[in-house]
Every structure is written in C-alpha cells, then in structure tokens.
Nanobody, 123 residues
Framework: QVQPVESGGGSVQAGGSLRLSCHAS????????MGWFRQPPGKEREFVAA????????DYADSVKDRFIISRDNNKDTVYLQMNNLQPGNTAVYYC????????????????WGRGTEVTVCS
C-alpha cells in the first residue's frame, strides 16, 4: 500500500491559484490510481479529480472542469492538483487518496487516505 501526504494548501484571494501536491510513499506507486477529494465546512466529502495508473485516464467533477488539472510524476511518487480561478465555494479540506489501478469517484472506493490540506479562498 501507499501512504499519501498532502501539501500546498493555504489561503488565497478569489481568482487566484494554488497547486496541491500529494506524495505517496510505498511500493509500486505507478500501479495506483490517485484521487483528490474535498470536504467543505459542514458538508460531506466529495470527489474532485482522479488520475489512473495509466495517466491518460483522468476524470473531474463537473464543478472543477476547465479550472483544475490533475497530473502525476511517477518518478517522484507524487500527484498534483493545479487549481485555477479559485472561488470561495472551493474552500475545503482537500484529501488525497489511492486505490489500485483504475479511476473511481466514491469515497468508499479508495482505501489509502492522507490527512488533508486546508484551502481557504477569500472573497
């Protein structure tokens, strides 16, 4: 298994950008699909984006398409989430998660989770 550790959160003004990183230590990182989820204050955790072990397989929540970009560097065991044109509604704790091979969208379908990194977007 891999152990994800997120970084890169912080506070940003509306319209700004942040890049989150998730380093997933462990064996065979390249065989894992990596997902980003977020949990806004007082709400359920929700899917944001995911990238499969075959990097051509990527998927996004409709709300972030065209603004967020997920990518991975298997040489560094790291997955990234570039977030552009952030809005106050994007304020949340962002979590990185791993599952074997294929992209999925549900929280329960991922079995390795990081502790999260907080993103605050100010209007």
């Amino acid at each position: 298994q891999v152990q994800p550790v997120e970084s890169g959160g912080g506070s940003v003004q509306a319209g700004g950008s942040l890049r989150l990183s998730c380093h997933a230590s462990g064996r065979l990182f390249s065989t894992y699909a990596m997902g980003w989820f977020r949990q806004p204050p007082g709400k359920e955790r929700e899917f944001v984006a995911a990238i499969g072990w075959l990097e051509r397989n990527v998927d996004y929540a409709d709300s972030v398409k065209d603004r967020f970009i997920i990518s991975r560097d298997n040489n560094k065991d790291t997955v990234y989430l570039q977030m552009n044109n952030l809005q106050p509604g994007n304020t949340a704790v962002y979590y990185c998660a791993a599952r074997h091979r294929d992209v999925r969208h549900r929280v329960w379908q991922y079995n390795c989770w990081g502790r999260g990194t907080e993103v605050t977007v100010c209007s």
